[in-house]
C-alpha cells in the first residue's frame, strides 16, 4: 500500500494550511486592523445613541463585515437620523436629514481593512464553482502559529474571475490537510478558548 503525501481532498470541503512566518504575521497584522474597524464602528454608533443596537454586517465581497446598518425591526421606529433600509432588513443612516448626513459621513471615514484574503499569498481569494461565486473561510489556529483555509471545493486549478487562466495554490506556502486535521486543531483551539465561535 502506499500513502500520498497530499491527502485527497473531501468532496464538499477543501483545507489549506500554512504555518509560514511572514503570512501568519501578515493575517494578524489584518486581525488588528478588524478589531480596530469594528471598535470604530462601535464608538460612532454610540456617539450617535444607537449603541444599543446590533450591527447588520456584509458577509461577503471584497469587504466582508463592513458595516451596514442597525437591527431595527420593520415595526419598530428606528432612531433619529435613521430610516428603514429598502433592501435589508435593518435602519441605516437617513441622508435626507442633517444628522442623517452627518452620521453617514461619520461611518464612511471609518476605514474598513478590506478583504482578508489579499493578506494571504499563494492562496485564490474566489473562484467560481458549480456557476456561484466561493470565497473560503478562514481561521488562525495552532496557538496563532498556523492558518487553516476551507473551501467548498478544490481551488487549485479551479476557473478564477476575469481571467480564463486557472488559480494556482502556492504548494510551497500552502499545504492540504485532511479535514480530520483541521477539526482536532478548531477542537484544541474552542478548548483553550470556549468563548470563540467557529464557522
Not at 120 to 128: D, N, R, T, V
Amino acid at each position: 500500500m502506499t500513502t500520498s503525501a497530499t491527502p485527497p481532498a473531501t468532496p464538499g470541503r477543501t483545507v489549506y494550511r500554512t504555518r509560514d512566518a511572514a503570512t501568519v504575521a501578515a493575517l494578524k497584522g489584518y486581525n488588528a486592523d478588524w478589531n480596530t474597524y469594528r471598535a470604530a464602528i462601535t464608538d460612532a454608533l454610540k456617539e450617535a445613541g444607537a449603541g444599543g443596537y446590533n450591527v447588520v454586517a456584509g458577509q461577503s465581497g471584497l469587504q466582508p463585515g463592513r458595516f451596514f446598518g442597525i437591527h431595527v425591526p420593520r415595526a419598530a421606529e428606528p432612531p433619529k437620523g435613521w430610516r428603514h433600509s429598502h433592501t435589508a432588513d435593518c435602519a441605516v443612516p437617513g441622508k435626507r436629514t442633517t444628522i442623517g448626513r452627518a452620521l453617514a459621513a461619520r461611518l464612511d471615514e471609518i476605514q474598513h481593512p478590506g478583504d482578508p484574503m489579499r493578506h494571504l499569498p499563494g492562496m485564490p481569494s474566489a473562484m467560481l464553482h458549480a456557476g456561484r461565486l466561493v470565497t473560503p473561510g478562514i481561521r488562525l489556529l495552532e496557538d496563532g502559529q498556523a492558518i487553516y483555509v476551507t473551501w467548498t471545493a478544490e481551488p487549485d486549478g479551479a476557473r478564477g474571475i476575469g481571467s480564463a487562466e486557472p488559480l494556482r495554490v502556492d504548494h510551497r506556502l500552502w499545504q492540504r490537510v485532511r479535514l480530520s486535521e483541521h477539526y482536532a486543531a478548531v477542537e484544541r483551539a474552542d478548548a483553550a478558548n470556549p468563548a470563540v465561535t467557529t464557522s
